[in-house]
């Protein structure tokens, strides 16, 4: 267990990496695999998703080196909410060479519907090389509460608490966690809301003429072209706060979180209403 996914990325970064490693992440993803590396003096190698924000295998293949000791595959990914297939997962775990690690980062794994979607644990069984990061931060949503867990091999684990602090999870947060792991109505609930809440939003960006990233996670990365920095600030104004897809160099993007019927609604009108004041 750690104080968030967050620590566990930092943890394994100062296990496995020194000056002049290289790490390899599909790209855009979340900012804090490059933190973990340029903690500790490693390069960051930027693979970028394919044209759907889709992963490409082939191309992580080509750049991995000598140097190479982390391959970061967050899926569903953050911020494009695409994911690598069970079968895509196993052959990159085939096909890397001895001295590499996949950490599969699954923050978002329980509001992935797709039939041929792995959350990578029964790689872990296989004893393949790869780390599973699982959060209580998302779908339990519990993320001030500052609690998250890996799932790996004896070996795997040995090595990172090696660097782990040994009071690292404080008690409250671990009753926490077991409470809602225990909660299984609230999050089939969960699961639910967010489902049709993808379905209710892509409806409309349809009918809207709106280009969008199919998710399997419980945000929609969606293109407003030129305008996508005034309807930000647009809703920003009406009290909706979505993130700019300019944190990951995607400025024609925002990425917008999946809400309630009622907040998709009121969402969706005043993205309406924006639009047709253009
Ligand atoms: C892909 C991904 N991994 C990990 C985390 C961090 O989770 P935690 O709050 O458990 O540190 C986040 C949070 O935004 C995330 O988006």
Redesign the pocket.
């Known amino acids: 267990m750690?104080?968030?996914?967050?620590?566990?990325?930092t943890l394994i970064s100062e296990s496995y990496l020194e000056a002049n490693d290289e790490i390899i992440v599909p790209s855009p993803?979340?900012s804090?695999y490059d933190f973990g590396a340029r903690l500790m003096g490693a390069k960051v190698i930027q693979v970028p998703l394919g044209e759907n924000y889709e992963f490409n295998i082939d191309a992580i293949l080509s750049r991995i080196s000598e140097q190479t000791k982390l391959i970061y595959i967050?899926s569903p990914?953050?911020p494009t909410g695409t994911y690598l297939s069970k079968a895509k997962l196993n052959s990159l775990l085939e096909s890397i060479p001895k001295h590499v690690l996949v950490v599969f980062?699954g923050?978002?794994s329980h509001f992935a519907t797709a039939e041929d979607y792995s959350n990578g644990i029964e790689f872990v069984q296989q004893d393949y090389p790869i780390i599973v990061?699982?959060?209580?931060?998302?779908i339990y949503g519990l993320?001030g509460v500052?609690?998250?867990f890996g799932v790996a091999s004896q070996e795997i684990v040995k090595d990172i608490l090696k660097v782990k602090e040994p009071f690292n999870v404080n008690s409250l947060a671990q009753v926490a966690a077991v409470a809602a792991l225990s909660d299984q109505k609230h999050l089939k609930a969960s699961q639910e809301i967010n489902e049709n809440g993808r379905k209710q939003l892509y409806e409309t960006f349809d009918e809207l003429g709106l280009h969008f990233i199919e998710s399997m996670s419980n945000f929609v990365l969606v293109q407003f072209g030129p305008y996508a920095e005034h309807v930000y600030k647009q809703l920003m104004a009406n009290g909706i706060i979505v993130r700019s897809g300019a944190t990951w160099g995607l400025n024609e993007y925002l990425r917008i979180s999946i809400g309630t019927f009622e907040e998709n609604k009121k969402l969706l009108e005043t993205i309406q209403s924006i639009l047709n004041e253009q």
């Open positions: 750690t104080n968030g996914a967050d620590e566990l990325i993803s979340f804090e967050c990914n953050n980062d923050a978002y990061l699982q959060t209580f931060s998302k993320a500052r609690i998250g």
